[in-house]
């Protein structure tokens, strides 16, 4: 995506050092874009858990960054392959809810594997983090042509009127590493001229959408208005919203999705008010073993501090964070939700939109069925 003029990844190994990767830190926007060396899997864990690099396709891309990182860390003799399952483990354990953190480490652990000097392994560590995140722009670009049709399809039922879009939290480019997910069609449309215009729900307590998509869509000019959480559900009654369109952190087989919390309330006043509710999935984001989403997928419980504070430009355009609960009211911060297939309209994914369900997910995966289910 071009910020500025320039067309940046979310990720991206130094040209001059080998031992760096890049990273725009996200937690800096709106207010600042500070790009920041990462030189060992240790800083990359602190990256991921601070969220200095955040949503599902990114942190996966990360923490396949994170185990080249560690290989070249690795001691050359006795001791390497503990050394990169022990970063593997931690890796792992960084964020708990989006598989594809899981998903990367396995790929790199393996091409690691495969070889049988250090130096190979960590030329073939190399190649399969720089693959994935490749891959993941890819499938980001591949989403957007996909979801067109969806968008289009609106536009000209409303005979070229601007097609309200409700998102929720971030799943645009900075989720990913490039294009992303959500937005992917949103761009596409936008790009291809069709009038769009998005309601960003602004996603408390980290504000991904206040700060994150609101600062996307204005960097693409792609007309747009933050909304407060609570909003959503107003505006599909009054027919503002034609379409909702969210990402997903962890998808499983059977089509219920795992994304930032409140996406279930989006999801449950989209059906009373009969507007379609499409979640974007990467195919690294399936969760091919669990069946039961709302029970089973492992929820993120983050600081209390995230919804205690909040942070703003004060009075001299300065970066402050501010309390705004009482001390001595204890606080709680599930990070995601689950919305059960029953309630999602259809998947977007990169090989075509499908049913929220096994059938219609074993369509466009057969294989994955075969191996894993
Ligand atoms: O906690 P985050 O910001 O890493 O959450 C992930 C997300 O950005 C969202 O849940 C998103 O909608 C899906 S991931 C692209």
């Given at each position: ?118 130096d190979a392994k960590r030329k073939s560590a190399f190649q399969a983090a720089i693959k994935i995140a490749d891959d993941d722009s890819e499938i980001g670009k591949q989403i957007g042509i996909n979801g067109l049709p969806l968008i289009q399809k609106i536009s000209e039922e ?216």
């Amino acid at each position: 995506m071009q910020v500025n003029g320039k067309h940046y990844r979310t990720i991206w190994p130094d040209n001059k050092n080998q031992g760096v990767v890049n990273i725009i830190d996200q937690t800096k926007l709106p207010y600042d874009f500070v790009i920041k060396q990462i030189s060992s899997y240790h800083e990359m864990i602190n990256a991921i858990k601070d969220m200095e690099v955040r949503g599902a396709g990114l942190i996966g891309a990360a923490a396949g960054f994170g185990i080249y990182l560690a290989s070249l860390e690795a001691p050359e003799n006795k001791g390497f392959d503990s050394f990169i399952t022990k970063a593997a483990i931690e890796l792992k354990n960084s964020r708990p809810t989006a598989i594809n953190l899981e998903w990367a480490v396995d790929i790199v652990v393996k091409a690691i594997e495969k070889e049988n000097s250090v130096d190979a392994k960590r030329k073939s560590a190399f190649q399969a983090a720089i693959k994935i995140a490749d891959d993941d722009s890819e499938i980001g670009k591949q989403i957007g042509i996909n979801g067109l049709p969806l968008i289009q399809k609106i536009s000209e039922e409303k005979k070229g009127e601007a097609v309200n879009i409700l998102t929720h939290c971030n799943a645009g480019w900075l989720a990913f590493v490039d294009y992303g997910s959500a937005l992917s069609p949103i761009y596409a449309a936008h790009e291809k001229g069709i009038k769009v215009h998005v309601w960003v729900d602004e996603t408390r307590p980290r504000n991904q959408g206040a700060f994150l998509t609101s600062w996307e869509l204005s960097k693409a000019g792609v007309p747009h208005t933050v909304i407060s959480d609570n909003e959503g559900g107003l505006l599909m009654q009054r027919k503002m919203v034609d379409l909702v369109v969210v990402g997903s952190d962890r998808t499983t087989h059977t089509g219920d999705v795992a994304n930032k919390i409140g996406t279930y309330l989006k999801a449950l006043a989209a059906i009373d008010n009969n507007i379609p509710f499409y979640a974007a999935v990467y195919s690294s984001s399936i969760d091919w073993v669990i069946t039961d989403g709302v029970s089973d997928i492992p929820i993120e419980q983050r600081s209390s501090d995230e919804v205690r504070y909040i942070t703003g430009l004060n009075s001299k355009g300065i970066p402050e964070k501010v309390e705004i609960v009482p001390a001595e009211s204890p606080v709680s911060n599930y990070a995601f939700d689950v919305t059960p297939a029953r309630l999602v309209t259809a998947i977007i994914t990169e090989r075509g939109i499908c049913k929220a369900s096994k059938e219609g997910i074993a369509e466009l995966f057969p294989e994955k069925f075969s191996e894993n289910v």
